[in-house]
């Protein structure tokens, strides 16, 4: 049909053509002659002018040749422009109609049944597929958001392509800034292309301070679908709590170490007067008295070290029991009343209400009872008050003590269960103390 068509539009073209030239070099033609006939002119004037109606002539033979060949690629431009689609169109609309033919005739309905539902199932695995892929990506999306790290993805260029809610809190940025503005707004000696070229020969990590706050930040690069390099991730941590704890626990080496020089100094000190010289026999019960007592203080540090050693392992066996707490607390106060006794202090043991068997863990509670009594003691000044109560409240029992000690600053309330934290450093490493017991023998109690 496109073949039919084209041949159509090249005779039209080239029938036209050639009317339109003849017509004009004949009428060329007969001018010629005619100016001839009419003026009188010589013999070589004569052939001049039968030289230019033959060039005429020649001239629209050449100008229908080109406009044929002119005509003939009009036709294929013109067909594949205009009628190509429209060939294609129809032969679509052709197939259709055969094919809606062919079906209502029920012959091999099968095969396009089977085609249908081929087609049918890679429509809707590649619905699934989607799905799945826009399910993952609004998961990743909601990880990173929730994330406590803050994280941050740069492409190759430094722009920002990707920052979540805990990155802009802990830098105090916006998606608008690029990579250097963010890292040298914090001096931080890193450089991008390092990251990405020389990333196994450059430290990633670096840390800083940002508003009181340890933040650590790990570079690491990505590549994109081409395998080649993409960009740089950051992650950003919050390392306060560990600097903190490992400060602490520097100052707890420094406090134990302090701690046992002193009873390990007097030991040797008395232990060296007893053997080298001739001590009177009561000098050396003296002397032996107080090699006791500094032992006795080194094993009560070595056995509050060993405790916390068992709770950080998991390797503490806690016993539950039922027993009396009012009972218990008596006993706990009466072995302190030596101390109490010394400082002259008005202290008293109340039971303020029929309290009932509890079911505890027995010896962790009466740590905790002897850690605070004894703190109390200790922090209180001579002929200070202190009063211990019993009660019970409801399904709970309490103790609660009251002394007119030191106390604690109100700024500090909330570090008081930190581990190894002390208040006033230079007064409780003057009255002996690590602050291991009351942070690792907390315990919760019901009563039966």
């Known amino acids: 049909m496109l073949k039919s068509i084209q041949v159509k539009i090249v005779m039209i073209f080239a029938i036209l053509g050639i009317i339109v030239i003849t017509a004009l070099g004949l009428f060329c033609l007969y001018r010629v002659e005619n100016i001839t006939q009419i003026i009188n002119i010589s013999n070589s004037e004569a052939s001049l002018l039968k030289q230019e109606s033959k060039q005429i002539e020649t001239a629209i033979y050449a100008s229908l040749s080109i406009f044929v060949i002119f005509a003939i690629i009009l036709s294929f431009f013109v067909a594949r422009v205009v009628l190509s689609p429209i060939s294609k169109l ?60 803050g994280i941050i993805a740069f492409n190759i260029e430094g722009k920002i392509i990707h920052i979540n809610h805990a990155a802009k809190t802990f830098l105090n940025i916006n998606e608008n800034q690029n990579f250097e503005e963010i890292f040298n707004k914090y001096d931080v000696d890193i450089n991008m292309e390092k990251i990405i070229y020389l990333e196994n020969w450059t430290s990633s990590e670096r840390k800083i301070n940002v508003n009181d706050r ?63 010289s001739e ?98 003691i200790k922090y209180t000044p001579e002929k200070g008050v202190i009063k211990v109560y019993v009660g019970f409240v409801y399904n709970d029992a309490y103790i609660k003590i009251i002394d007119t000690g030191i106390g604690i600053p109100k700024e500090d309330l909330d570090k008081v269960f930190e581990r190894f934290y002390r208040v006033d450093k230079s007064r409780t490493r003057e009255m002996g103390g690590t602050g291991l017991r009351f942070t690792n023998s907390k315990r919760n109690f019901n009563a039966k």
């Open 279 to 376: 001590v009177p026999e009561e000098m050396q019960k003296e002397f032996l008295s107080r090699i006791s007592i500094e032992a006795n203080r080194m094993a009560e540090l070595v056995s509050d070290l060993l405790t916390l050693s068992r709770y950080d392992t998991d390797k503490m066996q806690i016993n539950k029991e039922e027993f009396d707490l009012g009972e218990l607390v008596k006993s706990t106060f009466d072995r302190l009343k030596l101390e109490i006794e010394k400082k002259n202090q008005d202290a008293e043991c109340l039971i303020t209400s029929d309290v009932p068997f509890v079911y505890a863990d027995k010896k962790g509670i009466e740590r905790v009872i002897l850690n605070i009594l004894s703190n109390a």
């Open 214 to 276: 340890a933040i650590n930040l790990f570079f690491a690069s990505f590549k994109n679908e081409n395998d080649r390099p993409g960009g740089v991730i950051v992650v950003i941590q919050d390392i306060t709590e560990h600097v903190k704890l490992d400060l602490m626990r520097k100052e707890f080496v420094a406090d134990v170490s302090h701690e046992l020089k002193t009873p390990i100094t007097s030991i040797m000190g008395y232990s060296d007067t007893l053997l080298q």
């Open 90 to 149: 129809v032969k679509s609309a052709e197939m259709i109609s055969h094919t809606k033919k062919y079906l209502s005739d029920g012959k091999n309905k099968t095969e396009f049944d089977d085609l249908a539902n081929a087609f049918g199932v890679m429509n809707h695995e590649l619905q699934e597929n989607l799905n799945e892929a826009t399910r993952q990506k609004k998961q990743i999306e909601t990880i990173l958001l929730h994330m406590t790290d």
